[in-house]
């Protein structure tokens, strides 16, 4: 395997496979139930009579200047200097005084919530598996029960026997109000389990060890992990990273097994602040992969897997700008990377001289190489051409000549999965696009067809046949051909006819746009609940994200920040032109970075949109930008600029950073979500930016902020709490846009 440079840079990881998504129906007294359990902490008491007006938070004078420019921040205070540790009493009393007012004001809608809720959750097999994958002399595979909020993992063995639980999410997440699951690697030999998990939504993740043959738990624990865990030395040892105070993994670590943490050993350690550092094994799994990089800049060092502690390989030294990921196969090394071309390239070397790079595939215009999996017989590139997803398997005696892998659809997402052996004959694949639900396929090699072995299932019903799905190309101010992804009912007019809608209908825009992370055209049972009403739903694939290919990415970062904005307000514009929807039906949604490009397209664009909700929403860019302590700031700044540094940095951020922004015009109505324990956006960052809009706007549209006090980047934990929040989200969209509830609030 190789460690993917988007893997490194965002730091993420999760377990289990994305195959479970569909719910069944479900009795209204359970979804009262799980709307109560989705409550957090904060809310309004029954015995506290609702709040009548939003909080107003006060103004507390606080400037400072940079490169000659005086900034006014009078809402700084909201900011917990004793962050991550947030117990300033005015901090916590504005926000839970902000959650007071969503709640007082969403209570309209409460009936309505958790109507979209039980529709949501019948769309939802409960008791769903992930198809079983071998590995090794075991059948692996993870199921949710009936009602579970979350999974449990099985395994048996390839020769037969009865399944073993091992490891059930659900007894671990027992009494607390936020659980997640990280890490989750199993032992070559099958004997252990290494797990870890975050109990705060922090992000500070705690690793435990299982011995599968007892069942029993290790007393070894390792704290404050942020990162995989990779097994070496014949499993006897586990390699892993620490998460720093600002939440920076800057080394590899060893633990043996049965020893003092203390004495675990740092194989790896990285001084630049900005770069973090991953690990994994190569196909044969003979070699330690530690990788260090940040955006834009990759470093690879290999040691053997069965002596980690020996001189590294250093693969080729960083140079500023060059990304690279490797693999090796039967002591060859294999190179991903941009350094000769945008779209990168293919390369080979040895192990004596890894840094002489010899292309295998040479980069090209069209098609955009985004990764390649090394197998016995054969190898696999991935990539887009078009936009669109490719899968290829090559030999190695004639790696120019592609096999690719044909998908009936026109638009789609396609690619490999849980392929966990280096000798295998059948691929696993995961396929969906906006009108198919996610497929799980096995591709036979020798054969070169595939097999269908999992659906997921909508016990609630859906007919493909009622939906329809286009690609379109909108030309944003630049003249840039910027694509966009729409579904919607063939029956729309009808649907809208039905509610007295006339002429073009509401359509909800999503786009993501950052990091070179692609929004693919997938499928989504949420969605249904709004294009089941009449709603068009469209992605825009704005610049900014990798779409269509590095440059794309490229286009959207740094100096050229604001064409994400753009290519979001125009693609919003072309769709009112080609009479998709109207000016004031366009809604909304985005979250993080997504987040950010929320509050910049309402400063810039506010009448063409009916509402729109920001999650975690980066608004505040020019302070996080500034103040290099935060968690993730100096390994930012290759994405947007470095504000200390650069007066053209610090000019260029203050012109389109959201909170900065807000001016005194009319906004669209607005939700606005956060988790106090977010590391990544932190909390104040949209506590501020809504404090300053209701200050500011001149508007009496409703305005609402819902902190997530025991939650971080991702919101609430569980799938039914999660799905409640969606839930919430769709009602405030559907009441803005008069489909449901008593009408607008204020």
Same mark, same amino acid.
């Given at each position: 395997?190789?460690?993917?440079?988007?893997?490194?840079?965002?730091?993420?990881?999760?377990?289990?496979?994305?195959?479970?998504?569909?719910?069944?129906?479900?009795?209204?007294?359970?979804?009262?139930?799980?709307?109560?359990?989705?409550?957090?902490?904060?809310?309004?008491?029954?015995?506290?009579?609702?709040?009548?007006?939003?909080?107003?938070?006060?103004?507390?004078?606080?400037?400072?200047?940079?490169?000659?420019?005086?900034?006014?921040?009078?809402?700084?205070?909201?900011?917990?200097?004793?962050?991550?540790?947030?117990?300033?009493?005015?901090?916590?009393?504005?926000?839970?005084?902000?959650?007071?007012?969503?709640?007082?004001?969403?209570?309209?809608?409460?009936?309505?919530?958790?109507?979209?809720?039980?529709?949501?959750?019948?769309?939802?097999?409960?008791?769903?598996?992930?198809?079983?994958?071998?590995?090794?002399?075991?059948?692996?595979?993870?199921?949710?029960?009936?009602?579970?909020?979350?999974?449990?993992?099985?395994?048996?063995?390839?020769?037969?026997?009865?399944?073993?639980?091992?490891?059930?999410?659900?007894?671990?997440?027992?009494?607390?109000?936020?659980?997640?699951?990280?890490?989750?690697?199993?032992?070559?030999?099958?004997?252990?389990?290494?797990?870890?998990?975050?109990?705060?939504?922090?992000?500070?993740?705690?690793?435990?060890?299982?011995?599968?043959?007892?069942?029993?738990?290790?007393?070894?624990?390792?704290?404050?992990?942020?990162?995989?865990?990779?097994?070496?030395?014949?499993?006897?040892?586990?390699?892993?990273?620490?998460?720093?105070?600002?939440?920076?993994?800057?080394?590899?670590?060893?633990?043996?097994?049965?020893?003092?943490?203390?004495?675990?050993?740092?194989?790896?350690?990285?001084? #630049?602040?900005?770069?973090? =550092?991953? *690990?994994?094994? %190569?196909?044969?799994?003979?070699? +330690?992969?530690? $990788? /260090?990089?940040?955006?834009?800049?990759?470093?690879?060092?290999?040691?053997?897997?069965?002596?980690?502690?020996?001189?590294?390989?250093?693969?080729?030294?960083?140079?500023?700008?060059?990304?690279?990921?490797?693999?090796?196969? #039967?002591?060859?090394?294999? =190179?991903? *990377?941009?350094? %000769?071309?945008?779209?990168?390239? +293919?390369?080979? $070397? /040895?192990?004596?001289?890894?840094?002489?790079?010899?292309?295998?595939?040479?980069?090209?215009?069209?098609?955009?190489?985004?990764?390649?999996?090394?197998?016995?017989?054969?190898?696999?590139?991935?990539?887009?051409?078009?936009?669109?997803?490719?899968?290829?398997?090559?030999?190695?005696?004639?790696?120019?000549?592609?096999?690719?892998?044909?998908?009936?659809?026109?638009?789609?997402?396609?690619?490999?999965?849980?392929?966990?052996?280096?000798?295998?004959?059948?691929?696993?694949?995961?396929?969906?696009?906006?009108?198919?639900?996610?497929?799980?396929?096995?591709?036979?090699?020798?054969?070169?067809?595939?097999?269908?072995?999992?659906?997921?299932?909508?016990?609630?019903?859906?007919?493909?046949?009622?939906?329809?799905?286009?690609?379109?190309?909108?030309?944003?101010?630049?003249?840039?051909?910027?694509?966009?992804?729409?579904?919607?009912?063939?029956?729309?007019?009808?649907?809208?006819?039905?509610?007295?809608?006339?002429?073009?209908?509401?359509?909800?825009?999503?786009?993501?746009?950052?990091?070179?992370?692609?929004?693919?055209?997938?499928?989504?049972?949420?969605?249904?609940?709004?294009?089941?009403?009449?709603?068009?739903?469209?992605?825009?694939?704005?610049?900014?994200?990798?779409?269509?290919?590095?440059?794309?990415?490229?286009?959207?970062?740094?100096?050229?920040?604001?064409?994400?904005?753009?290519?979001?307000?125009?693609?919003?514009?072309?769709?009112?032109?080609?009479?998709?929807?109207?000016?004031?039906?366009?809604?909304?949604?985005?979250?993080?970075?997504?987040?950010?490009?929320?509050?910049?397209?309402?400063?810039?664009?506010?009448?063409?949109?009916?509402?729109?909700?920001?999650?975690?929403?980066?608004?505040?860019?020019?302070?996080?930008?500034?103040?290099?302590?935060?968690?993730?700031?100096?390994?930012?700044?290759?994405?947007?600029?470095?504000?200390?540094?650069?007066?053209?940095?610090?000019?260029?951020?203050?012109?389109?950073?959201?909170?900065?922004?807000?001016?005194?015009?009319?906004?669209?109505?607005?939700?606005?979500?956060?988790?106090?324990?977010?590391?990544?956006?932190?909390?104040?960052?949209?506590?501020?930016?809504?404090?300053?809009?209701?200050?500011?706007?001149?508007?009496?549209?409703?305005?609402?902020?819902?902190?997530?006090?025991?939650?971080?980047?991702?919101?609430?934990?569980?799938?039914?709490?999660?799905?409640?929040?969606?839930?919430?989200?769709?009602?405030?969209?559907?009441?803005?846009?008069?489909?449901?509830?008593?009408?607008?609030?204020?």
């Amino acid at each position: 395997m190789t460690i993917s440079r988007l893997a490194l840079i965002a730091a993420m990881f999760t377990a289990g496979a994305a195959m479970l998504a569909a719910p069944s129906p479900f009795s209204p007294a359970s979804a009262r139930e799980a709307a109560q359990d989705s409550k957090d902490t904060t809310q309004v008491k029954a015995d506290k009579p609702a709040p009548t007006s939003p909080p107003i938070a006060e103004k507390r004078e606080h400037s400072y200047t940079r490169h000659g420019i005086t900034i006014s921040d009078p809402y700084d205070w909201l900011y917990d200097k004793s962050y991550p540790e947030v117990d300033d009493t005015d901090v916590l009393e504005y926000l839970e005084a902000e959650n007071a007012w969503f709640e007082a004001n969403m209570a309209g809608q409460k009936d309505f919530t958790e109507a979209l809720f039980t529709e949501m959750r019948a769309r939802i097999k409960e008791d769903d598996s992930t198809v079983p994958q071998k590995d090794g002399d075991w059948l692996y595979w993870s199921e949710f029960e009936e009602g579970a909020q979350y999974r449990k993992h099985y395994r048996k063995p390839v020769a037969g026997g009865e399944p073993q639980l091992i490891l059930d999410e659900n007894a671990l997440a027992e009494g607390l109000e936020y659980f997640r699951l990280g890490a989750f690697s199993v032992s070559k030999d099958g004997r252990f389990l290494a797990y870890s998990t975050d109990t705060n939504g922090s992000e500070r993740f705690e690793v435990r060890i299982k011995d599968l043959s007892t069942g029993e738990l290790l007393p070894d624990v390792i704290p404050g992990t942020l990162s995989g865990l990779t097994w070496v030395k014949g499993d006897s040892a586990l390699v892993y990273g620490v998460a720093t105070p600002e939440w920076r993994v800057l080394d590899a670590r060893m633990h043996v097994i049965g020893t003092p943490v203390e004495d675990d050993v740092i194989l790896y350690e990285e001084e #630049d602040q900005s770069f973090r =550092v991953g *690990t994994g094994l %190569t196909a044969q799994e003979d070699w +330690l992969i530690i $990788a /260090t990089g940040d955006n834009e800049t990759s470093e690879v060092r290999l040691v053997p897997a069965d002596d980690p502690t020996a001189e590294p390989i250093l693969v080729r030294p960083r140079e500023k700008g060059v990304e690279y990921e490797v693999d090796v196969r #039967d002591g060859e090394l294999f =190179v991903l *990377t941009n350094d %000769t071309h945008v779209n990168f390239r +293919l390369a080979k $070397a /040895t192990l004596e001289k890894p840094g002489e790079w010899e292309t295998v595939l040479a980069g090209s215009d069209e098609f955009y190489l985004t990764d390649f999996e090394l197998f016995k017989d054969f190898f696999v590139t991935e990539g887009r051409l078009a936009g669109l997803d490719q899968i290829q398997l090559r030999s190695y005696d004639a790696p120019t000549e592609a096999r690719p892998i044909a998908f009936g659809e026109a638009s789609y997402v396609a690619g490999l999965t849980n392929n966990p052996e280096y000798d295998m004959a059948k691929l696993r694949l995961s396929y969906e696009s906006m009108v198919t639900p996610a497929t799980v396929y096995d591709y036979d090699e020798a054969s070169a067809s595939l097999q269908q072995l999992k659906q997921q299932e909508i016990p609630s019903g859906y007919d493909a046949s009622l939906y329809t799905t286009e690609r379109l190309t909108i030309e944003a101010r630049d003249g840039t051909m910027v694509p966009v992804s729409v579904v919607m009912r063939k029956d729309r007019a009808e649907i809208l006819k039905e509610q007295g809608i006339e002429g073009p209908g509401p359509l909800h825009l999503y786009a993501y746009g950052a990091y070179g992370f692609a929004i693919p055209p997938g499928f989504s049972t949420t969605r249904l609940s709004l294009v089941d009403r009449g709603f068009a739903y469209a992605i825009a694939h704005i610049r900014g994200g990798d779409d269509l290919g590095r440059r794309w990415y490229l286009a959207g970062k740094m100096f050229e920040r604001t064409n994400t904005f753009n290519d979001f307000v125009d693609a919003g514009r072309g769709l009112i032109e080609k009479g998709y929807t109207a000016e004031g039906m366009v809604t909304a949604s985005g979250g993080s970075a997504g987040g950010e490009l929320m509050g910049a397209v309402v400063n810039m664009d506010p009448k063409q949109y009916g509402a729109v909700v920001a999650h975690v929403p980066f608004v505040d860019v020019l302070n996080t930008m500034l103040n290099k302590d935060l968690p993730l700031t100096p390994g930012e700044w290759p994405e947007w600029g470095n504000p200390i540094e650069s007066k053209q940095a610090f000019a260029y951020i203050l012109s389109y950073s959201p909170y900065d922004q807000v001016s005194a015009q009319e906004y669209p109505p607005m939700l606005v979500r956060a988790g106090l324990n977010d590391p990544r956006v932190t909390y104040w960052e949209p506590a501020k930016w809504v404090a300053k809009l209701r200050d500011t706007k001149t508007d009496d549209n409703i305005l609402l902020l819902k902190t997530n006090m025991g939650a971080g980047h991702g919101g609430k934990s569980g799938r039914w709490n999660s799905l409640y929040e969606t839930a919430e989200e769709y009602a405030f969209i559907l009441w803005q846009m008069g489909m449901a509830g008593d009408g607008k609030g204020g």
